[in-house]
């Protein structure tokens, strides 16, 4: 997590990214003109170790979620509501970050917060409220059965996110 | 635990340390790396080659059949998309996307085992 040298496209246009900005339309950006914005991607070095794992998780919660669904779902219809639930958002979030642009920023920080909010509230009910929640999810015991992993993804998808934050629009133009 | 799940066993962890440690070295994916995420898939292949001569001579799997084949096709995925993923773009942080595909297919074969027993 050293600083990188490899953004110095940024620093030689200083001018760039605040009127790029300004052009506004963040979807037509990120595909059209490529190279130019270089802070309004979060696809390159660490982040795609990030959309890696997320789209693992995407993956295996669509998968087991789809399965609890399908097979049994009137046992435990909330806790597979929520393991569908989790899997939209891992779907969401891992898009959403490997498009570039302002909008797609927003919807990753939205997904990720959500995310976080979600193990917190699944783990702390899973431990605190057993009998109600014991059905699992990858939630459940702060997803534990993944090695913790959902816990540390949004947090560290939250670092990144904040590191590679779209640059600050001109005061003036509200 | 049967062979299958010890060969990806080895596959997988010495594959997952040799990504690591050139992701570490801050070394971009090499032949090193990409071929031992190659053994891996070599390995789940054998898997599922095995798989299919096993059930094809009579032997029953005991848990869901779909669940263990969706889990050992998706494994076979992974270290194809991770390779893609990782030579987009040649960076050390390609090899820890590489390093993942060993762990998360061993998780997936202990998980096979135990649908299949």
Redo the contacts between chains.
């Keep these: 997590m050293t600083a990188k040298p490899s953004h110095e496209d940024i620093g030689t246009t200083p001018g760039a990214a605040p009127s790029d900005a300004v052009t506004g339309s963040p979807d037509a950006a990120g595909d059209a003109s490529a190279a130019p914005v270089g802070r309004d991607t979060r696809n390159?070095?660490?982040?795609?170790?990030l959309?890696?794992?997320y789209?693992?998780f995407a993956?295996s919660a669509t998968?087991r979620a789809g399965?609890q669904i399908l097979?049994k779902f009137s046992e435990a219809p909330l806790a597979y509501l929520l393991s569908a639930f989790a899997a939209v958002v891992y779907l969401v979030a891992t898009v959403s970050l490997a498009k570039s642009g302002r909008t797609w920023f927003k919807v990753s920080v939205a997904a990720v917060l959500v995310e976080l909010v979600g193990v917190l509230v699944v783990g702390a009910l899973s431990v605190f409220d057993a009998v109600n929640f014991p059905h699992e999810t990858v939630w459940s015991l702060f997803g534990r059965g993944y090695a913790f992993i959902p816990l540390l993804l949004p947090i560290l998808g939250l670092i990144w996110l904040y590191r590679r934050r779209p640059a600050p629009k001109p005061a003036s133009a509200s | 635990m049967d062979a299958y799940f010890y060969i990806i066993l080895v596959t997988g962890l010495v594959s997952t340390v040799i990504c690591l440690a050139a992701g570490i070295l801050k070394k971009a994916p090499n032949d090193t790396t990409i071929l031992s995420v190659a053994a891996v898939e070599v390995s789940l292949l054998v898997y599922l080659v095995g798989s299919i001569v096993r059930v094809a001579g009579g032997e029953q799997i005991a848990g869901e059949p779909w669940e263990f084949w969706g889990y050992l096709l998706t494994a076979i995925l992974l270290p194809v998309g991770a390779v893609y993923w990782a030579i987009l773009e040649r960076t050390r942080w390609s090899n820890f996307v590489l390093a993942a595909v060993g762990v998360t297919a061993l998780v997936m074969a202990a998980r096979m085992n135990q649908i299949w027993y």
């Design positions: 390159t070095g660490p982040g795609r170790l959309i890696a794992v789209a693992v993956i998968a399965y097979t």
